[in-house]
Nanobody, 116 residues
């Protein structure tokens, strides 16, 4: 299984980015997909997930700013991030799981830097 995250970069505060996570080596439509991030010096934190049936769930601190959606035809899950803040600077990871809230495959991460 390979998960390739992309779309990170440098953005000004208040801006937006869309991250992509392309999956291969698995039957994508059968997997729940999650997004996480890790701020330097801190533990990895959960951002949200989308189930195989398309139901989304978000951490409270991203509700209303971040949106997760998937395109099963492209084996890709997306993280749309709006109203970005410097505190959102982190490495963002996608993950795949066959059981809700348990993820067995992880991408390599993509760096998002939000300047003030």
């Amino acid at each position: 299984v390979q998960l390739q995250a992309s779309g990170g970069g440098l953005v000004q505060a208040g801006g937006y980015l869309r991250l992509s996570c392309a999956a291969s080596g698995l039957t994508f439509r059968n997997y729940n997909m999650g997004w996480f991030r890790q701020i330097p010096g801190k533990e990895r934190e959960f951002l949200g997930r989308i189930t195989r049936s398309g139901i989304t769930f978000y951490a409270d601190f991203v509700k209303g700013r971040f949106t997760i959606f998937r395109d099963n035809a492209k084996n890709t899950v997306y993280l749309q991030m709006n109203s970005l803040e410097p505190e959102d600077t982190a490495v963002y990871f996608c993950a795949a799981g066959s059981i809700l809230t348990a993820y067995e495959s992880w991408g390599q991460g993509t760096l998002v830097t939000v300047s003030s």
